[in-house]
């Protein structure tokens, strides 16, 4: 057996990454589950409290999504009553996402999670600050794809 150190599953940068952001997600979801939101519902819900009335385009490219991976989560918001799809006028392509009251009600139960995320974390907001920083940067190093 070949024991290249480098392709061992322990050292790969990938997985740390990757076992993270699940782990993460399963800390946020007992929280999301007390506001009935899935984890992408949440940052979808996130970048609407931030700024109403965003283009799914516009959205998508905020979560680093494709437009057409999030329609389901879009639909699944709307069926539940936080949001409206709502189709421009002068661009009937274009397809706005606008909060409902009861959308809008959401927030500050969701400010709660946020707290209690750190609690559980034992991290200082500092730190946190500091490992965001860090991530932003990485990932905005990133090229659109690599070749072999």
């Known amino acids: 057996m ?3 150190k480098h392709l061992l599953l322990e050292n790969q940068f990938c997985f740390a990454v990757y076992s993270t952001s699940l782990a993460i997600t399963q800390l946020y979801k007992p929280l999301l589950d007390s506001i009935g939101l899935t984890y992408t519902q949440y940052l979808v819900m996130l970048v609407l409290w931030e700024q109403d009335g965003l283009s799914l385009k516009t959205l998508a490219s905020k979560l680093g999504q494709q437009s057409g991976a999030l329609t389901p989560v879009i639909k699944r918001l709307e069926t539940d009553g936080l949001l409206k799809r709502i189709r421009e006028p002068l661009d009937e392509r274009t397809l706005s996402m ?3 009251e009861k959308g809008h009600q959401l927030q500050p139960q969701a400010e709660k999670i946020h707290l209690c995320i750190l609690e559980q974390c034992g991290i200082e ?7 965001k920083q860090q991530l932003d940067q990485f990932r905005r190093k990133l090229p ?3 070749e072999f």
């Open 125 to 131: 907001m500092s730190e946190l600050d500091d490992l």
């Open 98 to 100: 606008q909060l409902t």
């Open 144 to 146: 659109n794809h690599i």
């Open 2 to 4: 070949n024991k290249n």
